[in-house]
């Protein structure tokens, strides 16, 4: 694999590490990623401490993006839910809890957050007639 492919499987890699709750990470996982890291900086000819940080603050940036999509899409769907008349059900609060458990924040705070934007989106109801 060359280096440039290298560098952003390593990137989402380390992306979908700091979207999984720390108690859920996987050893093997992370020593895999730290391996694909010491090849990388060997092919660059780099140092591999500065190349890791370089990468995992890549990735900071690639996570944070997820976690906010992954909100966005919460508050989406509870707009639709509300506009139709309906509570969000199991796969709606299982996203939910994920979310709470990736930002590590009470579930209320995030709740209220993802009620907050859902208020502020528009959702054009379709009627049969």
């Keep these: 694999m060359d280096a440039v492919a290298l560098r952003l499987l390593l990137i989402s890699d380390w992306a979908q590490v700091e979207n999984t709750p720390p108690r859920a990470r996987r ?29 995992r ?13 992954l909100t966005l899409d919460l508050a989406r769907d509870l707009a639709v839910h509300r506009a139709q008349g309906r509570q969000p059900g199991p796969p709606w609060l299982r996203r939910l ?7 590590q924040l009470p579930p209320e705070t995030v709740r209220t957050r993802i009620e907050e934007i859902a208020d502020r989106i528009e959702v054009a109801v379709l009627t049969k007639s």
Excluded: I, N, Y
């Excluded at 895999?32 to 370089?54: I, K």
């Excluded at 603050?57 to 999509?69: H, I, K, P, T």
């Design 27 to 55: 050893p093997a996982a992370l020593h895999r990623w730290m391996t694909g890291a010491d090849h990388l900086a060997r092919q660059e000819g780099c140092s591999l401490l500065p190349l890791v940080s370089e990468l």
């Design 57 to 69: 603050s890549e990735a900071l940036c690639v996570a944070q993006r997820q976690r906010e999509e």
């Design 97 to 103: 809890e994920r979310l709470v458990d990736l930002l």
